[in-house]
Structures are given as structure tokens and as C-alpha cells.
């Protein structure tokens, strides 16, 4: 056991020796090479103070007055008691218009959906997932009116269109 802590201590004092001639060599060569660039600070723009005056606002633990309150809901309805027609089942925007069709002076316009089934649809139907009425079909698209909700408790309708697909 005393032989170990010798050969131990004398390994230990011998990596004190005082030869630091390699270390001195690389100190010398990093103080030799040129200092690098520091960018110069970004230029500090002043505070500017903020006024809160909210004294001549309404409490907001008041309720509001019908005036105050904004725009009222929209006043278009949906048909709830309506049997839905098949293209109602698609979102408007996986639709694609690829003809038309005249058939005994009713102008029809072939909808192709994403199954890859044609249908065929015409002034009044029904198609998409908001209530979309078919009001107009041209030979370049077919032009209808959605019933959508205004955020605020009602509907109101709002055009779209199914453009021909090339």
C-alpha cells in the first residue's frame, strides 16, 4: 500500500514541473494575432410616455346601450326543414364546373366532385356547406349565394362562384 501512494505522489509531483515553455509559446502566438471587430451598439431611441385617460370611456363593468352595442345581426335565414340535396355534402371549394349542358331551354352546368362523380345541377339547386343557392349559371361559371354567419348571432348571405375548371 505505501509503494502505490509513492508511485502516486511521484507521478503527481512529477506533472508539476515547471517547464511551461509550450504553454508560454501559445499565449504569445494568441496576444500576436490582430484583435477582432466590435460592431458599435445600436443607437438607443428615447421612451416616449403613454397617457392612459380612459375617464370619459364607459365602465366596462356597465352593460352596454342598444347604441353603443354596434350593428345588429343579419337578417337572412336558413331553411332548417329543407331536404338536403347531394352537392351539399361537399365544401364549394372541392367542386369544379367542367360544362353545360341546354336541355329543352333549361340551362344546366355538370359539377364534378372530389369522388369523381358528375352531377348535374341547375338555377335554384343547392351545393356547398353553407346553404349555396344557385342564382346564375354562364358558360364560365356558376354563380351562387351562400348564407354565412356574421359572428354576431345571425346570417347574411354572401355571393360565390364556381368557376369552369380547365
Known amino acids: 500500500m505505501k509503494k502505490l501512494v509513492l508511485i502516486t505522489l511521484v507521478a503527481v509531483l512529477a506533472g508539476c514541473?515547471?517547464?511551461f515553455s509550450d504553454l508560454e509559446q501559445y499565449?504569445?502566438?494568441v496576444k500576436a494575432r490582430p484583435g477582432g471587430r466590435i460592431e458599435p451598439l445600436?443607437?438607443?431611441k428615447p421612451?416616449?410616455?403613454?397617457?392612459y385617460s380612459a375617464s370619459d370611456l364607459r365602465s366596462p363593468f356597465q352593460p352596454a346601450t342598444e347604441q353603443q352595442m354596434g350593428p345588429q345581426p343579419g337578417t337572412a335565414t336558413i331553411n332548417v326543414n329543407r331536404p338536403r340535396e347531394f352537392l351539399e355534402q361537399y365544401p364549394l371549394d372541392s367542386l369544379r364546373?367542367?360544362?353545360t349542358l341546354n336541355i329543352g331551354g333549361t340551362r344546366?352546368?355538370?359539377?364534378k366532385t372530389a369522388d369523381e362523380l358528375i352531377n348535374?345541377?341547375?338555377?335554384?339547386?343547392?351545393m356547398g356547406q353553407s346553404e349555396g343557392q344557385i342564382v346564375e349559371i354562364t358558360d364560365s361559371e356558376i354563380k351562387l349565394i351562400e348564407i354565412v354567419s356574421d359572428g354576431i348571432g345571425g346570417y347574411i348571405e354572401r355571393p360565390?362562384?364556381?368557376?369552369?375548371?380547365d
Open 17 to 19: 514541473s515547471e517547464d
Open 27 to 29: 499565449i504569445a502566438e
Open 42 to 44: 445600436p443607437q438607443i
Open 47 to 51: 421612451y416616449q410616455t403613454f397617457v
Open 97 to 99: 364546373m367542367v360544362g
Open 108 to 111: 344546366y352546368a355538370l359539377i
Open 120 to 126: 348535374r345541377v341547375r338555377v335554384g339547386n343547392f
Open 160 to 165: 360565390a362562384a364556381v368557376p369552369l375548371s
